[in-house]
């Protein structure tokens, strides 16, 4: 009997069903999530590096119609931590090998955001870290923040992206403790 069916009295929670029935739709919005994220970062890196254009005017694609989102860390706190909230909400339906992935991309959006967290709180406080004029994370004293991002960025999706190949794997031994269908053929 599968989880789903263990039981007709059972009380489904969210959780459950976002880890069960729910797991790939749940998996295909928060990619869908990442996915305009990098557009973001990206559409700044060609801002800055194919055309030329300095730092402070290289808002991206959203930041263009509404400046006010590039230096406001209240949103990039938020999409922190909606990223963290989605590592934790979906990391009960990997299983094995798929699920160590997936606890690696944890591990590096927790300190993600620390790091946005430490730059909200800056902001909020007027003060800044080693005398600076802006909110400054910790590796940001060492890496420009542009740059920075995009390696935190390739640092959280790479080993996501390995979780969900792994995890779809039909084939794969560790998948029979799955609850989902993310393995299974549409």
């Not at 290289?58 to 909606?82: C, D, N, Q, R």
């Amino acid at each position: 009997m599968s989880a789903d069916t263990a039981s007709p009295y059972r009380i489904r929670t969210g959780m459950d069903l976002l880890n069960s029935r729910l797991h790939k739709t749940g998996l295909r919005i928060f990619a869908v999530i990442v996915i305009a994220h990098w557009a973001e970062h990206l559409a700044q890196a060609v801002q800055i590096y194919v055309l030329g254009w300095p730092v402070p005017e290289a808002k991206g694609v959203l930041g263009i119609p509404f400046p006010w989102l590039v230096t406001s860390e209240w949103m990039h706190y938020g999409y922190a931590l909606v990223m963290l909230v989605g590592f934790v909400v979906l990391r009960p339906g990997f299983t094995g090998t798929s699920r160590t992935w997936w606890n690696v991309t944890l591990g590096v959006q927790i300190w993600h955001h620390f790091e946005h967290l430490l730059l909200l709180v800056q902001a909020l406080a007027g003060a800044y870290i080693a005398g600076r004029a802006v909110p400054t994370s910790i590796i940001q004293l060492i890496a420009p923040r542009v740059e920075l991002h995009l390696f935190y960025n390739a640092l959280v999706t790479l080993p996501m992206v390995i979780a969900m190949v792994v995890h779809a794997r039909a084939e794969r031994a560790d998948n029979a403790a799955a609850r989902c269908t993310c393995a299974a053929q549409d």
